[in-house]
């Protein structure tokens, strides 16, 4: 007998998986940065293997893998760097001038795939370091949007902006390559 085949299983084989290590119980802090992290390591994923990270959607759609990259960065950024840390640390890929800068500038030009993850790793070492450090979940730091945040409520913040992105990854790739997976 036959087994059933999903339409879309795992990018990697379930024992070579390594988003889904993090505990299930436990601390929660543990708990909160392991979901964190394995939405992170599917970002990484869904982009792994494209050669034009650029590639959109569907015209008239700014929507790319490479603009997720730089959104994500900035949104990581935002959260970690100027809320909770209360750091003057402006947006890398938009600005109040071009607020969609991380998407519309998104451009296939030598070295702009190197440069978006860098800077998403390195707002995302930031933002673990933070964490990991910071005396409890109920740090908080302000913004203008939503007031007085804590950081428990930015880490799930964080895994609802990375689960709706990462959607967004599953169509981008795909349309590029038909490439479908969790």
Excluded at 67 to 78: I, Q, S
Excluded at 109 to 115: D, H, K, S, V
Excluded at 129 to 137: G, H, K, Q, S, V
Aim: charged share 30%; hydrophobic share 40%.
């Amino acid at each position: 007998m036959e087994s059933v085949r999903r339409r879309a299983g795992l990018f990697t084989g379930a024992e070579d998986d390594p988003r889904f290590t993090a505990p299930a119980t436990g601390a929660e802090r543990l708990v909160l940065a392991g979901v964190l992290a394995a939405q992170r390591a599917t970002l990484e994923l869904k982009c792994a293997g494209v050669a034009e990270l650029s590639r959109r959607s569907v015209e008239p759609s700014t929507l790319s893998l490479l603009g997720l990259v730089r959104h994500l960065a900035d949104v990581e950024r935002r959260w970690f760097r100027q809320v909770l840390a209360g750091r003057d640390a402006p947006p890398r890929f938009s600005s109040a001038a071009d607020p969609d800068g991380d998407f519309e500038g998104a451009r296939e030009e030598p070295g702009a795939a190197e440069e978006a993850w860098a800077a998403w790793r390195e707002e995302v070492a930031f933002a673990d370091r933070f964490t990991e450090e910071a005396p409890d979940l109920d740090v908080e730091g302000y913004d203008g949007w939503r007031g007085t945040v804590s950081l428990r409520w930015v880490l799930i913040h964080l895994v609802e902006e990375y689960a709706r992105h990462n959607g967004h990854a599953d169509l981008l790739r795909e349309r590029i390559d038909g490439a479908v997976g969790v």
